[in-house]
């Protein structure tokens, strides 16, 4: 695909979309697109199946109808196709953020580099050394999880995720656990992902400060009706919602003024 089409592909696609496990539905007919290097926030009440939503999204699971395409591609196919296609065109930091307990944080983000890059040695050294300074974790190289705090443990796992430089990061709940000082810079960090690397972000979230701050559009699903009932900017939701369920979630929320989204 030539950079000029890539454009015009959305990062992330879904028709259709029917998602719940078993015979329940959890969501029904979800329709959405994101373009490439947007930053789209999921929300809505716990249990609504936003994590669901993001794993058929990465093709850790199926939908029970409809289709998503990532850049173009069918993500269980990307994970089929095992070799690098998969990692490199999404990373994902799940809502526990796990990292592998036994390794430092530079195996930690090496370990995809090792498995999908093809480089070897020191490059690989060097260029994990170089994904764990963009998320400000420079001097952290040795360092095992136990050893950081829950904060440094969420750059980690972004370092790792975005360890092959993919079109598209999913964050679920990425500042969950986190003190208000230290999740804003998780909003400038990922601010800056998209600044840099012009990555499409689609990122699960409670907190409305981040929302707010670092979100262009905003989708909203609703266990009552079991469908994303919108998906708009934070100030077309703000002043303008039809949605009773929508209205009372964002209330009193402030829409930041924003200079227009730089990519
Ligand atoms: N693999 C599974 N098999 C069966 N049910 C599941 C599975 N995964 C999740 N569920 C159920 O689906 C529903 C939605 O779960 P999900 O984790 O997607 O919600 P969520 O919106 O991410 O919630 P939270 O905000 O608490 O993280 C829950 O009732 C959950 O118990
Ligand atoms: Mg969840």
């Known amino acids: 695909m030539t950079d000029a089409v890539q454009q015009l592909v959305p990062a992330v696609f879904a028709e259709n979309l029917s998602v719940g496990h078993g015979g329940d539905v959890l969501i029904n007919g979800l329709t959405l697109s994101v373009g490439a290097g947007e930053i789209l926030a999921i929300v809505g009440r716990s249990g609504c199946g936003k994590s669901s939503l993001m794993r058929i999204f990465i093709g850790l699971e199926r939908p029970m109808a409809g289709a998503v395409h990532l850049c ?17 065109t999404y990373g994902v930091m799940f809502q526990d953020g796990a990292l592998w307990t036994s390794m430092t944080l530079l195996e930690n983000v090496s370990l995809p580099l090792l498995n999908y890059s093809g480089l070897r040695g020191d490059d690989i050294r060097d260029l994990a050394a170089f994904k764990l300074a963009l998320v400000g974790l420079a001097g952290s190289e040795d360092a095992y999880p136990h050893e950081i705090s829950g904060g440094m443990a969420k750059r980690a796992a972004i370092a790792r995720a975005m360890a092959l430089d993919p079109a598209i990061l999913f964050l679920d709940e990425p500042s969950a656990g986190l003190d208000p000082h230290t999740s804003r810079q998780l909003d400038e960090l990922i601010l800056q992902i998209r600044a840099c690397y012009g990555t499409a972000i ?28 919108q998906v708009a900017t934070l100030e077309e939701i703000v002043t303008d919602s039809p949605h009773e369920a929508v209205r009372e979630f964002f209330a009193g929320v402030q829409v930041p003024r924003r200079e227009g989204v730089e990519i």
Do not use: C, N, Q, Y
Request: charged share 20%.
């Open 72 to 88: 173009g591609m069918d993500p269980a196919e990307l994970l089929l196709a095992g070799g690098v296609r998969a990692p490199s």
């Open 202 to 229: 689609v990122f699960v979230s409670h907190e409305l400060r981040s929302i707010a701050h670092i979100a262009d559009r905003v989708a909203f699903l609703d266990m009552e009706t079991k469908s994303m009932l």
